[in-house]
């Protein structure tokens, strides 16, 4: 009788660890802006976790959303529009949708807009996914032939500026 308690707390525990480990505690987001010297077109190219950006969507909309909804890519393009936004010499820079694609849990988000000037000055909002995971963090690397860096945004800080330090 011993053993088999022993073998069914062990089990236990295991089921425990495994619950544990599929379920992330954490949230991130990362973005990268690059300025193409050669197109003159600022490149943006966002990574998020699939199963987060569709909760976000299913939550805000009040649907089941998933790649099989039909109007998937739409709904993500107009999320994404809404919480990502950059602005230079305080106009509005509209970014261009590209596309996306799917790979093992992860989503990636392209865009670009004509763009001849330099990212210093630039006005970054990334709030991606804030409002829906308070403890969301996420990172834009941005570079150009004159300057590279990164910024951190999170509920508390969606918005910032790029400088040349």
């Known amino acids: 009788m011993n053993k088999l308690l022993q073998q069914l707390l062990t089990l236990v525990m295991l089921s425990g660890v495994a619950v544990t480990t599929a379920a992330h ?3 991130v ?15 943006v190219i966002h990574q998020l976790t699939t199963h987060d950006l569709e909760n976000a ?3 805000n909309r009040k649907i089941h ?3 099989e909804h039909p109007a998937y890519e739409k709904y993500i393009q107009a999320y994404v529009n809404k919480h990502f936004q950059l602005q230079y010499s305080g106009k509005d820079i509209t970014l261009n949708w590209i596309g996306i694609e799917l790979s093992r849990g992860k989503i990636m988000i392209y ?8 990212l210093n000055g630039l006005v970054v909002k990334n709030a991606l996914l804030v409002n829906t995971y308070s ?3 996420n990172t834009v690397n941005y570079k150009s032939t004159e300057i590279k860096g990164s910024l951190t945004f ?3 800080q969606e918005i910032t500026i790029i400088t040349q330090n």
């Open 154 to 156: 999170t509920e508390a």
């Open 111 to 118: 865009q670009e807009a004509p763009f001849k000037k330099v």
């Open 57 to 59: 969507i299913a939550e």
């Open 135 to 137: 403890r969301q963090v």
């Open 65 to 67: 959303f998933s790649p």
């Open 25 to 27: 505690t954490y949230f």
């Open 29 to 43: 987001g990362l973005s990268e802006l690059s300025l193409n010297s050669s197109t003159e077109k600022l490149e």
